[in-house]
RNA sequence: GAUUCCGUAGCUCAGCUGGUAGAGCAUAUCACUUUUAAUGAUAGGGUCCUGGGUUCGAGCCCCAGCGGGAUCACCA
């Protein structure tokens, strides 16, 4: 292994440390009183508070004077700033603890104890006393340093060096987390994001369950998956595309309300809102419509952006989205009508075909009556839907889990939550009748013999189950990444999942094949 | 998968028309007991992504590959 110039120096310190008799990794604990964040915050000179507490965290700088010296310590809470003077914590004749360990093989991004009191500085900046300090584990490579001033002028932080190749950052995500942290604050909020949805549903009582992520029919949803090989068994398995079959099995077995938070996983393209695997929640309620089921969205997506943003008002790139309810709630061909002008209601397979060549929207022969308006209304209307706003009543070819609509012909009664211009959640009225269910999957099977290879599989064990009696329903899937980057103003899917999928570099240390 | 841009020190980046590889921070040595992008002085540090080619000479031009970003296609 060839090593830099840096990491030779770490080492070296490393054995420096060893030499002075410290175990530069020590085992014993070390009992934490206090953070950076809730000291810097709560620090009241007059109270008199903070007077004894540890700290513990990396170093991430340090300003050494003579004697003296001045560094930042970084925990999980944030960074605050310490004093340490040679006497103070070398009370003995040997000062090897100041003068050799502190100044000279200390290296940022070890991690220390500091035990002390807090002061405010002649500039008035709050800061730890150290009286005693103790070593906790070494680093033997250099971080990124990113500097940071805040501009006295502009009240701005001004950040210096930043640590930016995206590459680098999810390759390495430990070191992005550990120097940019604005990065950290935006996996606070997912995991808020989460536990608010999480809570919202206990609250009502449903339940939290899981199916299962290696399926032997991949259903549900229409997509490429990932195959693999249970080898006992001696049969092909797929990794989950969708989990709704399961869900509604649950519904039939009993429980008027089930949810689940899991990865799903496509094997598709990647791109800023594809990852191989990424994270649903889907959830299904008994009795229920999807009518029902717009007010419950409405009211949960308020709250989340309440709990996670602070408001109801988020602001995403250019635009500032209002999250609260109700949203505007617009049929597929009414929206159609209003951002193309033409109303294709009446229109069948040829004059939506030709319809299409007008707009100048690619179409081939396996596309029926359905997927054509699904490919005006993705060229037309999605990108202009800001401000939250169902798009509801879509064709029933697209559709095959849909109930058929109560008053509209050649309909189902499906909706989708569209935010700027994306697409986060996609309900229906579940469709119920196992024997239109069974006539569905069978058009969907004509519709994968025209060529249309996102058509759905048939499963023959949900029919079955279906056919005991499946309660009314109402389901609801929602994008997790996608969501989180509306709530966190990312914009790419790879800022708000902690490793992103990546190629993995050649010449690397590949596992060994048996 | 297609198009396009990018890959230079630990990090961020500069590098002219093809002519001895640069800066700031970081690192090393020294000074300094309230600094805060600490400061002052000195020094070291490079597979210019990889492999070919053109050329007297390539970080720069050409070809192929690897990795990444953006856009498009597919998908959520």
């Not at 929207?361 to 490919?375: A, T």
Request: glycine share 8%; charged share 30%.
């Amino acid at each position: 292994m060839q090593l830099s110039e840096q990491e030779i120096v770490r080492r070296e310190n490393l054995q420096k440390i060893k030499n002075l008799g410290i175990n530069p990794f020590p085992e014993e604990e070390f009992q934490v009183s206090a953070h950076a964040e809730e000291v810097v915050e709560g620090f009241n000179e007059e109270d008199g508070n903070f007077q004894n507490v540890k700290l513990a965290g990396r170093v991430m700088m340090t300003r050494v004077m003579g004697k003296a010296s001045f560094g930042e310590l970084q925990d999980a809470s944030g960074r605050i700033q310490f004093y340490v003077t040679r006497d103070e914590i070398c009370p003995d004749e040997n000062k090897d603890l100041y003068n050799q360990l502190f100044k000279k093989y200390l290296d940022i991004g070890d991690y220390i104890g500091i035990e002390g009191f807090a002061f405010k500085t002649q500039t008035g900046q709050t800061t730890i006393h150290v009286k005693k300090f103790t070593f906790l584990s070494k680093s033997l490579r250099p971080l990124p340093i990113v500097k940071t001033r805040k501009n006295e002028e502009t009240g701005e932080v001004e950040v210096y060096d930043a640590f930016t190749d995206p590459e680098q950052r999810f390759r390495q995500r430990y070191v992005d987390l550990t120097v940019n942290p604005s990065v950290k604050d935006i996996f606070l909020k997912r995991a808020k994001l989460i536990a608010t949805m999480r809570s919202f549903f206990d609250s009502h009582g449903w339940l939290e369950v899981e199916t299962p992520i290696l399926q032997s029919v991949h259903g549900g949803a229409a997509a490429r998956p990932f195959d693999t090989h249970h080898n006992t068994l001696d049969i092909p398995l797929y990794l989950r595309i969708a989990n709704e079959l399961y869900l509604k099995r649950l519904v039939i077995g009993g429980f008027d309300g089930v949810y689940e938070i899991g990865k799903m996983f496509r094997n598709e393209g990647m791109d800023r809102t594809h990852n191989p695997e990424f994270t649903s929640m889907e959830i299904y309620v008994a009795y229920k419509d999807y009518n029902w089921m717009m007010g419950m969205v409405e009211a949960l997506i308020e709250k989340i952006a309440i709990e996670v943003t602070g408001g109801t008002i988020v602001r995403y790139e250019e635009n500032e989205i209002n999250f609260a309810g109700p949203y505007r709630r617009l049929a597929m061909i009414e929206a159609i009508k209003e951002y193309t002008g033409t109303d294709i209601s009446q229109m069948d397979e040829a004059g939506l075909r030709a319809f299409c060549k007008e707009l100048h929207i690619g179409v081939d022969d396996s596309m029926g009556k359905g997927k054509l308006i699904d490919e005006i209304f993705g060229a037309k209307v999605e990108e202009q839907l800001i401000q939250p706003t169902y798009i509801i009543d879509y064709p029933i070819e697209m559709t095959p889990l849909a109930k058929k609509h109560r008053t509209e012909e050649g309909l189902v009664e499906r909706f989708e939550l569209f935010v700027n211009g994306k697409e986060i959640a996609n309900a229906y009225t579940e469709l119920n009748d196992p024997i239109d269910q069974r006539e569905r999957f069978e058009s969907q099977l004509q519709l994968a013999e025209r060529g249309d290879d996102e058509a759905m599989a048939l499963d023959e064990d949900f029919l079955r189950a279906m056919e005991y009696g499946m309660p009314p329903m109402s389901g609801l899937g929602i994008g997790i990444d996608r969501l989180t980057m509306l709530m966190t103003n990312q914009h790419s899917i790879q800022e708000v999942l902690f490793f992103p999928q990546m190629r993995p570099l050649k010449n690397q240390n590949h596992v060994e094949e048996n």
